[in-house]
């Protein structure tokens, strides 16, 4: 527009991609339009939103630059393109409806009730005081409403509630805050609540179903709430016999039960909040966050047992919040299953498969798309890092330098989320969940096929995982199409080499529970020196034999014998002071020396998340596990106690790759118990030592770029320790932050891997 009387008028069609849709963004160029006196429309695509826009050629300029520097809170621009239109000469601005492309417009993830929404809520003059379900283009659902795209009313599952006058009018009039806002419904029209018992009966309606549902949980009842992205089972916080039921009913022992606050205030009162965890807990995305408990709370001993942190939440919708104001306590809200089942979102579905589990339901009409669970947030070296994205996170898309073609990555076995390449980007799933049971399965297939009609990919190629029994990998392989296997670890390395937009080589740090290798034995210690495209092993942890394999997740005491089978060989039989023979019956023991000695079930592992396990029963802290993970937690949760600098011996063996023998660490550690040193002291060691480890591999290695990757670095002393001890040493260090350590963080690794792949070699 240089060079030319700034008076001229002129048109641009204007297209922008990005987070544009359900944000207030086509109300906002309206008015923006309107004040600068500009003519032209707006509407929804499916890529994003398309502008045109006429008036002089001055204003035009001002009118990009205000778009981009004054856009919606929620509003990111991943691309803004114009160019030069012959112009209509159109008196006036309008907002037209969407028409349908290609899809692949970002949609946004559901988001937690803005502050007017919760002020109108709790106002008896307005309209819409105490309604549950009141929302606007600042908050409310849509991921877990939306069918299809783009995001219009029509295309969620609001479209059976018609609008109205009132409504209506805020809906089209793009003055109000709720101008086409999808979900927005308010008493008169909108979904209310319904409270059942366990048989599906209706009891009663509206603010009485509220207010009954309140009172059952004071009396200690349970309560299935179909809440944003699925069902939550609640019951009082501070009631030990209510929590022992939801245990025994649920089957779950110890894991540690999610709690939801009243307010940030009552929270404050139960668990150190940082600064930082704060913005947390009140942003948009509400998600879980792991906090450290105070010494006193109220609750129940039964939420988190043994674990010095809490899993905390605020109430994010309209129901939570009126209903935890009635309460005024915390409740526990933990996703409504049996145990690692997919979290129920139907009503009809919750009375079948909840009906052994809740007293109540508390349910609506307003259906739920997909399933999308709490998210799961913990802060380390003071920024976040999520360890599970669903709700408010999901979908994720990530920005890729090129057009690929349609490629779906079906992610590993536990904890899996898919990841498709849609166009110029990625898309990430919500987590799905372990695919276990026929039901996790059935809910995996679901997730996938909705994911692909959503984005309406057709998938030219699939990659998975290398390992050949995974659920998820046999129904990659039923497909016929071209199936590319990545090998686990790599994987978890170029997770984190995508997140950091990382290119070029790195020496990678994957350290988890178990995966594939490459020759066909169980990984799980690895050093991968990688590119996106390749890796070659670098180093590995001395492999020793797991009695009875997958059996040891749930058994550290049978780790411990692993590692101890392979430091004294069957002079560990012959020890008749060994403190770890009292962890097993004399039958399990015998058992066990039998198949070690045969090596019958016995697995070779290099697994880093069992060296934890081994380490977690030598030291007496737990040899038995109630879900995977639970001993090298409370490892971790004994080191933090103590505070110290001392290392264990080990050695580095080998060549290529290298191995890093752990045999002088396992002895010194049980020369070290008959001592005077605390369980804490020894702990924390340990954990020293792992850290020296990567230190020296590195420097052996010689590349000075470190990416820490896998489920062992969801431990934050661990993480913390190996960033300040390599970086001290003029590493860089990289670690996860938005894209989990854990194997929810598989599917996106292995689409970076197969997207690289397809990109002529330089
Ligand atoms: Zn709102
Ligand atoms: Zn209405
Ligand atoms: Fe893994």
Known sequence: MKNRPSNTIERLGVDIRGIVQGVGFRPFVFRLAQEMGLSGWV????????????????????????????????????????????????????????????????????????????????????????????????????????????????????????????????????????????????????????????????????????????????????????????????????????????????????????????????????????????????????????????????????????????????????????????????????????????????????????????????????????????????????????????????????????????????????????????????????HIGDLETPQAFAGFQETMARFQDFYDAKPKRFVCDLHPDYASTRYAAEHGLPLLRVQHHHAHVVSCMAEHDLHGQVLGVAWDGTGFGSDGTIWGGEFLLSTRRAFERAAHFLTFLLPGGEKAVREPRRAALGLLYETWGEGVFAKQDLALREAFHLEEWNLLREMLLKNLHCPRVSSAGRLFDGVASLLGIRHKADFEGQAAMKLEFAAERANHRETYPFTILGDAPLIVDWRPMISAILQDRQGEKSVDHLARKFHNTLVEMILQIAERVGEKKVVLSGGCFQNKLLTELSIRRLQEKGFQLYRHRRIPPNDGGISFGQIAIAVEKQKPCV
């Open 43 to 430: 509407r929804n695509s499916s890529e994003g939103v398309r502008i045109e826009v006429e008036g002089e050629a001055e204003r035009l300029g001002k009118f990009l630059l205000r778009l981009q520097k004054e856009k919606p809170l929620h509003a990111d621009f991943r691309s803004l393109e114009h160019r030069p239109l012959k112009t209509k000469g159109e008196h006036r601005f309008e907002i037209r409806l969407s028409i349908a492309g290609r899809k692949t417009a970002p949609v946004l993830p559901d988001l937690a009730t803005c502050p007017e929404c919760l002020q109108e809520i709790f106002d008896p003059q307005n309209r819409r005081h105490r309604y549950p379900f009141t929302n606007c283009t600042q908050c409310g659902p849509r991921f877990s409403i939306v069918e299809a795209l783009p995001y219009d009313r029509a295309n969620t599952t609001m479209k059976k509630f018609s609008m109205c006058a009132s409504c209506r009018s805020e809906y089209e009039n793009p003055q109000d805050r709720r101008f086409h806002a999808q979900p927005n419904a308010c008493p008169d029209c909108g979904p209310y609540l319904e409270l059942w018992d366990a048989e599906g009966k209706k009891l009663v309606s509206h603010n009485a179903a509220l207010t009954q549902s309140a009172e059952a949980l004071r009396c200690g009842k349970i309560l299935a709430v179909k809440g944003i992205g699925g069902f939550h089972l609640m019951v009082d916080a501070g009631n030990d016999a209510a929590v022992t039921q939801l245990r025994k009913r649920k089957l779950r022992k110890e894991k540690p039960f999610a709690l939801m606050f009243p307010s940030l205030h009552s929270l404050q009162g139960c668990a150190e909040v940082s600064e930082l965890e704060a913005a947390l807990l009140t942003s948009s995305e509400a998600p879980i966050v792991l906090l450290r408990k105070k010494e006193f709370s109220r609750f129940s001993s039964g939420i988190a047992p043994g674990n010095p942190y809490l899993g905390a939440m605020l109430p994010y919708a309209p129901l939570h919040h009126l209903l935890l104001a009635e309460l005024d306590f915390p409740v526990v809200a933990t996703s409504g299953n049996l145990s690692e089942e997919p979290i129920c979102i139907d009503e009809k579905e919750a009375l079948i498969r909840l009906k052994d589990l809740a007293d109540l339901f508390l349910t609506h009409q307003r259906p739920i798309a997909r399933h999308v669970d709490d998210s799961i947030v913990r802060v380390v070296e003071g920024r976040e890092m999520i360890l599970r994205r669903a709700r408010g996170y999901a979908p994720f898309s990530f920005p890729l330098e090129n057009e690929a073609e349609a490629i779906l990555a079906v992610g590993g076995h536990m904890k899996n989320t898919v990841a498709l390449s849609v166009g110029e980007e990625v898309v990430l799933s919500q």
